[in-house]
């Protein structure tokens, strides 16, 4: 990404996640970009329709909104169709709900797929992916471990300042081993400004990555564990990875490595960052009663 200046001007970035069926927050607070990091529903056509012109009514409030899918968001991938069309016969209406995301006005949707901006007199590079790891590709926007999740990550420009996926990385406001290593690995690689993020409720918040030692050294101490886990499933499962919370055997589980104190995750209010650092957040709005957007400024 472009290393700004301490002189910069702050970009101010409005995050949320994670809505499925919930309304729109009914005040969300100010900002130059709107972000929303997939499960815009549960994924009909109509429902996807419905949400996107609530988000083209915000265009007053934000001069910039970027939208990507989630696994709930089953209309926008067309994989889903051989599956689902036949049960809701439906198949002009997801053509065209996929059709009115990839063409609308006043936001713009990203898979697997970026833009270049000028905000506040600043060029500002966006990519988005829709992606989450799965145990087959078979789900919504899903993709695996290994090869399939290193050819997808390696698409993100080396010069992306904000990065927006679904799911998120290991060790990472993931709730615990849910997110993917090689997203991951390419945080190493592109150090974006930001990387905003959903999928896993329970991670809600955000924290600052600084590529330093003790960071390495946490990743290290995740990977190890990951790697115990993965050993573990391959005696039961064939090799095949299992999500955490759906693999059997919890209670014998080593204990998952410690963030750093003093590095602490922020759960309200607004996150600042300095050049050739990352801003991770988890920006899930789905829980009783609904979680608070999260604001950051880049």
């Known amino acids: 990404p472009t290393l700004m200046s301490k002189s910069r001007t702050q970009v101010r970035i409005v995050c949320i996640s994670d809505l499925h069926s919930l309304p729109l927050p ?17 994924g009909r056509p109509s429902q996807l329709l419905s949400r996107l012109k ?38 002009a209406e997801r ?20 833009v270049e901006i000028c905000v506040n007199g600043r060029t500002i590079k966006v990519w988005g992916s829709p992606g989450s790891l799965a145990t087959t590709r078979q789900t919504c926007f899903g993709y695996t471990a290994g090869k399939d999740a290193q050819d997808l990550w390696a698409q993100i420009p080396a010069d992306t300042d904000i990065l927006i996926t679904h799911g998120p990385p290991l060790g990472y406001l993931d709730n615990d081993g849910l997110g993917c290593e090689e997203l991951r690995k390419a945080l190493w690689r592109v150090k974006p400004l930001a990387h905003i993020f959903g999928h896993v409720h329970e991670g809600h918040g955000s924290l600052v990555l600084q590529y330093d030692e003790v960071q390495k050294n946490y990743e290290a101490a995740v990977s ?68 608070d957007p999260i604001v950051i400024q880049i």
């Open 95 to 114: 053509e065209e709900c996929r059709r009115a995301f990839r063409t609308a006005s006043d936001v713009v949707y990203l898979e697997n797929s970026g």
């Open 54 to 91: 609530e988000l083209q009514n915000l265009k007053s409030q934000f001069p910039f909104i970027f939208v990507i899918g989630g696994n709930h968001d089953r209309a926008l991938d067309d994989k889903c169709d051989s599956r689902d069309a036949p049960i809701y016969d439906d198949q």
């Open 224 to 291: 190890d564990w990951k790697a115990a886990i993965m050993e573990d499933q391959a005696s039961k499962e064939a090799g095949k990875y299992i999500p955490r919370h759906l693999a059997p055997g919890l209670a014998n589980r080593p204990p998952f490595p410690r963030w750093p104190d003093g590095r602490d995750v922020t759960k309200h209010g607004s996150r600042q960052n300095k050049p050739e650092e990352t801003i991770l957040v988890n920006a899930s709005v789905k829980s009783i009663p609904p979680l």
């Open 26 to 42: 009914s005040t969300l607070p100010p900002g130059d970009i709107l972000t929303v990091a997939g499960d815009l529903t549960e």
